[in-house]
Structure formats: structure tokens, C-alpha cells
């Protein structure tokens, strides 16, 4: 097939089908009857009977809390379900929409199972987030990776260009889709267009993680969603900026000449992967959230200000950086999500992990994510944070805590570490500590590079394993997929040789002041789970084990 993408037709619902929540308000209706609940669940909306639950959370989300498969709910045909999951389709502009309650991730999971349908390669960004690998990993399928480009100065990855994915598509004829990010954690958007014309035109679909663009679209100077860009299928994180509650999310299929391939798979998929016991309350949020944002373009419209405001601001000020300003040195950013703020602090003297750690200690002020170089604010679509606080907070932090020394080329750590620097005792990071991973060494953390692919996702993840100490790693084949969290973008994945490098950048991340690394065996990163060498592909990697 050689189509290039056609425009996605309007099909935005008048206001007044939009202005309503169906499914939320058949869920309010249904609690309000005054039901004798025996039935699951088993606190049966009693708030004498479960005092900490209704002293925790209020008597009414007791009340709203509905198993599945209830009449004038979800049971049958035409229910209100149905009626909210068509108007998100159609808020969207997607064929069809299905609701999620175990995030995004559970999108990026249907998606890599619909893929060994339609080929057994599937072409992928290599910043995805670590729950694309994980569904290679039930899917099966080999993986041919696509390098994003990386700001170097920054530490972050972006996206890839059509040019990037059309060589990469055009060395593998197996392909099954190919499958990008945009926009990026840092807010950075692709052009999903012409990466949309590659794929079409190399016969496969595009799939986008638009997981932190769910607002797109809503507002005149919000970007185009990845769906009205030519998109076949987009997971969207609805809870991240378009106002659900968090663990809901949505799964959109587009209009294009994949639709009708696509829809009877994901449907199956879906099936196997979501819960038997979907809680009716971020089902409803999914609801809500879409007539909010329907109804919402002044709100929206004053979150931009906002926005703005704090850039504006921070730029004129001259202490710290914008790294947004920066994006249109890489080909691959057509633009910015206005929403997302991302500052460089190590203009200003200090880590992005410290400056998190004391914002929330110090202003019980919370940020989306740190880096060693920069911190990442998001406003929500609709909400109206307190610009002045934050500004305020931001420009009285201390600066600096220490020289921007290189980082350390010392020997990689096989001792735990202290994963809560700020405290006392080994790995503090506090002012004036010099030692390794200290919070000079940070300021010039980068992005390691990945080791060589031996193995799939699958056979790495399936094959027999050992745990070793971090230094008698490097050289092996990792059995786990490891991220600095957030943003949850692999710096290892399963199969891949691991580095020196990557094991150094992991620990620095751990010992650093909210740094987690998602899928480590311990906090510190000191051990690491490898593909036992006698089992692993690589004839010599039973030497380097020793």
C-alpha cells in the first residue's frame, strides 16, 4: 500500500451533545436510589461501617463506586457508556475511542500486541516510554530502533525525523507499524504529518504515544492532535493534562487506510489486558474530562497565559533558561506544548533534582519531573496555578551549591547507595560534598549512549537470569528494562548489552534527590539482573562473566 495521508475529516459533535457527561451522569443517577448493596465491592457504600475509608475520602466516592456490567450503565446496547465513549471519539476525532483504567501504559501495551498482525519487525523511537518495551516484550515481536535526536547540553531526548524513520523503515520490509513520541516529557512536538506520509507511504501505520498531549487540539494555541496529523492509532494520557483522575486514560483510532484492519485486533487486545473490575469512578473522570475540555477554551486560553507568564518572567529575570528556547535547533521539533515549562536550573546554579527536592520541602511547591539539569512544570488544561508563588520559590533557591566540576570517571559503585541524599550519612549530596555523584557532578550528567541489541525483548526478559554486582554487569546482557523515573524513557532495555556508562549514569540518578530508577533490583542501582551467560547469544559473554 502506498497512500499518503488524507486530511482527517471534521467531525466535531455541536456543542450541546459535547456540554454533556452521559456515562457520569448515569453514575450519579444509579447511586442516588438508595440501593441494599450485596454486591461487590465490599464496603457497599456504608460510611459508618468503613469510618477510615469515608474519613479518608468522603462518603461519596463510596457511593459512586459501581462494579461493571450494570443496567442503565454499561450493560447492554446503546447505554451511556457507549454514549460517552462516542463523544470522546468524536471530541478526538477518532473512529473509535476506548476508555482505559490502568493508564497510558495499557495503551502502549494493546498497541504492541495488535503488531505481530501486520509484521514481525516493529520500527521504534528508542525514548519511548518503558511501557512500549514492556509490550514487546509480551508481544514478542524484534524491534528496530530509531535514534531521536538529544540535546546534549540538557541531558534530554526529543523526537525522530521522517527522514530518520524512512531509513529506518526501508531496512526492515517485516515492518508491522512504526511507533514515535510526541510530544516529548519536555514538551517538545513532532512532525507526526510527515512522519504519518512516511509510514503510509512505506504500507505500515503510524501509532503516536501522545500520552502527555491529550489537551492538543482544544485550544487555539494548544498544537494539532497526532489523530487530525494523520495518525492510525494514539494513546493518550488523559489524566496527565486534560483533567481525569489519575490511571485513566484513552486509546484512539484514527480514520486511516489501517482503521479497518486495526479495530476488530485492538478490540481483541483490549479485552485481554483490561481489568474485569474497571472503576466506574475514573471512568466517569474520563467523562467529565472530555465536556470540560469541550466546554473550557477561555479556561484553557488562561492556563496558556499562565504559562506564558512564568517564561516570560523567568526569561526577563535572566537567572535561569527557558529550555523551550532552545528547541529550534533540532530538525525533528516542529513545536512546543505552551502548557509544559521547562527550566533549566543549572543555569542558575543548581541541579534540577535539588531545586525539586527544595520546592517541595521548602514551598511545598511540586514539579512534574527533575533532571540533573532542569525541572519540568506542567499546567493543567483549565487550571489556574498561583504564577507568583512559584516564580518567587524558583528565584529564592540558593545558588550555587558548589562548582560545575566534569563528571566523575571513578569506578562504578557495587555498594547500595543512600537513595535519599539529602539525608545524612553516605552518598549525602548536600552542599559542599564532593565526592562521587554529588550534586556538582550532576551539572554535567548526559544521556548515556545504548549498548548494542543481542536478544528481543522477549528472549531477554525469558531467558534464564542471574544477579550480579553493577561492575561484573557491563558487558552482559540485561534481562530488565531500566529508567530514570520520570520520565520513564529505558536507558536499558532487555536484550541490550550494558554499558559502563549507562551503569554510572543509573547510580548518579539513584543517589540524586528524588532520582528513582524504575526496574532496578535494589535503590542504588549496586546489582543488576543479567541474561545468564551460558544461555545469552553472545558466544562471549560467558568469558566476560568470569
Same mark, same amino acid.
Given at each position: 500500500?502506498?497512500?499518503?495521508?488524507?486530511?482527517?475529516?471534521?467531525?466535531?459533535?455541536?456543542?450541546?451533545?459535547?456540554?454533556? *457527561?452521559?456515562?457520569?451522569?448515569? @453514575?450519579? +443517577?444509579?447511586? /442516588?436510589?438508595?440501593? !441494599? =448493596? &450485596?454486591?461487590? $465491592?465490599?464496603?457497599?457504600?456504608? *460510611?459508618?461501617?468503613?469510618?477510615? @475509608?469515608? +474519613?479518608?475520602? /468522603?462518603?461519596?466516592? !463510596? =457511593? &459512586?463506586?459501581? $462494579?461493571?456490567?450494570?443496567?442503565?450503565?454499561?450493560?447492554?446496547?446503546?447505554?451511556?457508556?457507549?454514549?460517552?465513549?462516542?463523544?470522546?471519539?468524536?471530541?478526538?476525532?477518532?473512529?473509535?475511542?476506548?476508555?482505559?483504567?490502568?493508564?497510558?501504559?495499557?495503551?502502549?501495551?494493546?498497541?504492541?500486541?495488535?503488531?505481530?498482525?501486520?509484521?514481525?519487525?516493529?520500527?521504534?523511537?528508542?525514548?519511548?516510554?518503558?511501557?512500549?518495551?514492556?509490550?514487546?516484550?509480551?508481544?514478542?515481536?524484534?524491534?528496530?530502533?530509531?535514534?531521536?535526536?538529544?540535546?546534549?547540553?540538557?541531558?534530554?531526548?526529543?523526537?525522530?525525523?521522517?527522514?530518520?524513520?524512512?531509513?529506518?523503515?526501508?531496512?526492515?520490509?517485516?515492518?508491522?507499524?512504526?511507533?514515535?513520541?510526541?510530544?516529548?516529557?519536555?514538551?517538545?512536538?513532532?512532525?507526526?504529518?510527515?512522519?504519518?506520509?512516511?509510514?503510509?507511504?512505506?504500507?505500515?501505520?503510524?501509532?503516536?504515544?501522545?500520552?502527555?498531549?491529550?489537551?492538543?487540539?482544544?485550544?487555539?494555541?494548544?498544537?494539532?492532535?497526532?489523530?487530525?496529523?494523520?495518525?492510525?492509532?494514539?494513546?493518550?494520557?488523559?489524566?496527565?493534562?486534560?483533567?481525569?483522575?489519575?490511571?485513566?486514560?484513552?486509546?484512539?483510532?484514527?480514520?486511516?487506510?489501517?482503521?479497518?484492519?486495526?479495530?476488530?485486533?485492538?478490540?481483541?487486545?483490549?479485552?485481554?489486558?483490561?481489568?474485569?473490575?474497571?472503576?466506574?469512578?475514573?471512568?466517569?473522570?474520563?467523562?467529565?474530562?472530555?465536556?470540560?475540555?469541550?466546554?473550557?477554551?477561555?479556561?484553557?486560553?488562561?492556563?496558556?497565559?499562565?504559562?506564558?507568564?512564568?517564561?516570560?518572567?523567568?526569561?526577563?529575570?535572566?537567572?535561569?533558561?527557558?529550555?523551550?528556547?532552545?528547541?529550534?535547533?533540532?530538525?525533528?521539533?516542529?513545536?512546543?506544548?505552551?502548557?509544559?515549562?521547562?527550566?533549566?536550573?543549572?543555569?542558575?546554579?543548581?541541579?534540577?533534582?535539588?531545586?525539586?527536592?527544595?520546592?517541595?520541602?521548602?514551598?511545598?511547591?511540586?514539579?512534574?519531573?527533575?533532571?540533573?539539569?532542569?525541572?519540568?512544570?506542567?499546567?493543567?488544561?483549565?487550571?489556574?496555578?498561583?504564577?507568583?508563588?512559584?516564580?518567587?520559590?524558583?528565584?529564592?533557591?540558593?545558588?550555587?551549591?558548589?562548582?560545575?566540576?566534569?563528571?566523575?570517571?571513578?569506578?562504578?559503585?557495587?555498594?547500595?547507595?543512600?537513595?535519599?541524599?539529602?539525608?545524612?550519612?553516605?552518598?549525602?549530596?548536600?552542599?559542599?560534598?564532593?565526592?562521587?555523584?554529588?550534586?556538582?557532578?550532576?551539572?554535567?550528567?548526559?544521556?548515556?549512549?545504548?549498548?548494542?541489541?543481542?536478544?528481543?525483548?522477549?528472549?531477554?526478559?525469558?531467558?534464564?537470569?542471574?544477579?550480579?554486582?553493577?561492575?561484573?554487569?557491563?558487558?552482559?546482557?540485561?534481562?530488565?528494562?531500566?529508567?530514570?523515573?520520570?520520565?520513564?524513557?529505558?536507558?536499558?532495555?532487555?536484550?541490550?548489552?550494558?554499558?559502563?556508562?549507562?551503569?554510572?549514569?543509573?547510580?548518579?540518578?539513584?543517589?540524586?534527590?528524588?532520582?528513582?530508577?524504575?526496574?532496578?533490583?535494589?535503590?542504588?542501582?549496586?546489582?543488576?539482573?543479567?541474561?545468564?551467560?551460558?544461555?545469552?547469544?553472545?558466544?562471549?559473554?560467558?568469558?566476560?562473566?568470569?
Amino acid at each position: 500500500m502506498n497512500t499518503r495521508t488524507a486530511a482527517v475529516p471534521d467531525l466535531s459533535p455541536p456543542v450541546s451533545a459535547q456540554c454533556r *457527561a452521559p456515562y457520569a451522569e448515569a @453514575l450519579r +443517577t444509579h447511586a /442516588g436510589r438508595g440501593w !441494599l =448493596r &450485596l454486591n461487590v $465491592p465490599g464496603h457497599a457504600a456504608e *460510611a459508618d461501617s468503613f469510618g477510615p @475509608l469515608t +474519613t479518608t475520602f /468522603g462518603p461519596e466516592p !463510596l =457511593r &459512586l463506586d459501581f $462494579p461493571p456490567l450494570l443496567e442503565g450503565l454499561d450493560l447492554g446496547t446503546d447505554t451511556p457508556m457507549d454514549e460517552a465513549l462516542a463523544l470522546a471519539a468524536q471530541a478526538w476525532g477518532a473512529r473509535r475511542t476506548w476508555f482505559l483504567t490502568n493508564g497510558a501504559s495499557q495503551g502502549n501495551h494493546i498497541a504492541s500486541l495488535v503488531a505481530p498482525a501486520l509484521g514481525r519487525t516493529l520500527v521504534v523511537q528508542r525514548s519511548v516510554h518503558s511501557s512500549v518495551i514492556d509490550g514487546l516484550v509480551l508481544s514478542g515481536l524484534k524491534a528496530a530502533f530509531v535514534q531521536p535526536s538529544v540535546d546534549t547540553e540538557q541531558g534530554i531526548a526529543h523526537g525522530v525525523t521522517a527522514e530518520d524513520l524512512a531509513v529506518a523503515i526501508a531496512r526492515h520490509p517485516d515492518a508491522a507499524a512504526a511507533y514515535v513520541v510526541s510530544p516529548s516529557y519536555f514538551g517538545a512536538v513532532a512532525d507526526v504529518r510527515a512522519l504519518a506520509d512516511v509510514a503510509h507511504g512505506a504500507g505500515i501505520p503510524l501509532i503516536v504515544d501522545e500520552a502527555w498531549g491529550a489537551h492538543f487540539g482544544f485550544h487555539p494555541r494548544l498544537p494539532g492532535n497526532a489523530l487530525s496529523q494523520g495518525a492510525d492509532l494514539v494513546t493518550s494520557s488523559t489524566h496527565k493534562l486534560a483533567g481525569s483522575l489519575t490511571q485513566s486514560a484513552m486509546l484512539h483510532l484514527g480514520h486511516g487506510p489501517f482503521a479497518d484492519v486495526l479495530e476488530p485486533l485492538i478490540d481483541r487486545a483490549f479485552r485481554l489486558v483490561q481489568s474485569t473490575s474497571s472503576s466506574a469512578l475514573l471512568l466517569a473522570s474520563l467523562d467529565l474530562a472530555r465536556m470540560t475540555l469541550m466546554a473550557g477554551r477561555d479556561a484553557i486560553g488562561a492556563s496558556v497565559a499562565a504559562a506564558d507568564e512564568i517564561r516570560a518572567v523567568i526569561r526577563s529575570v535572566g537567572r535561569f533558561a527557558v529550555v523551550s528556547d532552545g528547541f529550534g535547533r533540532f530538525p525533528d521539533v516542529l513545536t512546543a506544548d505552551p502548557l509544559r515549562i521547562a527550566i533549566d536550573t543549572r543555569a542558575g546554579g543548581i541541579p534540577g533534582h535539588e531545586a525539586r527536592r527544595r520546592l517541595s520541602r521548602d514551598h511545598r511547591i511540586m514539579v512534574e519531573v527533575a533532571t540533573d539539569s532542569a525541572i519540568v512544570a506542567v499546567v493543567g488544561a483549565g487550571s489556574a496555578p498561583g504564577t507568583d508563588r512559584f516564580i518567587e520559590a524558583l528565584h529564592a533557591l540558593p545558588s550555587p551549591l558548589g562548582g560545575a566540576g566534569p563528571i566523575s570517571t571513578g569506578p562504578i559503585s557495587t555498594e547500595p547507595r543512600n537513595p535519599h541524599p539529602g539525608n545524612t550519612g553516605p552518598g549525602n549530596t548536600g552542599p559542599g560534598n564532593t565526592g562521587p555523584g554529588t550534586a556538582d557532578e550532576r551539572l554535567r550528567l548526559s544521556l548515556p549512549q545504548p549498548g548494542p541489541s543481542r536478544l528481543t525483548a522477549r528472549e531477554a526478559f525469558m531467558s534464564p537470569t542471574r544477579v550480579v554486582p553493577a561492575a561484573r554487569a557491563v558487558g552482559l546482557i540485561s534481562a530488565d528494562t531500566l529508567a530514570a523515573y520520570p520520565p520513564g524513557i529505558p536507558n536499558v532495555l532487555p536484550g541490550e548489552v550494558i554499558t559502563a556508562e549507562t551503569v554510572r549514569f543509573l547510580q548518579l540518578i539513584a543517589s540524586a534527590p528524588s532520582g528513582h530508577v524504575r526496574g532496578a533490583v535494589d535503590p542504588g542501582v549496586s546489582r543488576m539482573r543479567v541474561v545468564d551467560p551460558s544461555h545469552a547469544a553472545d558466544p562471549t559473554a560467558a568469558a566476560r562473566a568470569g
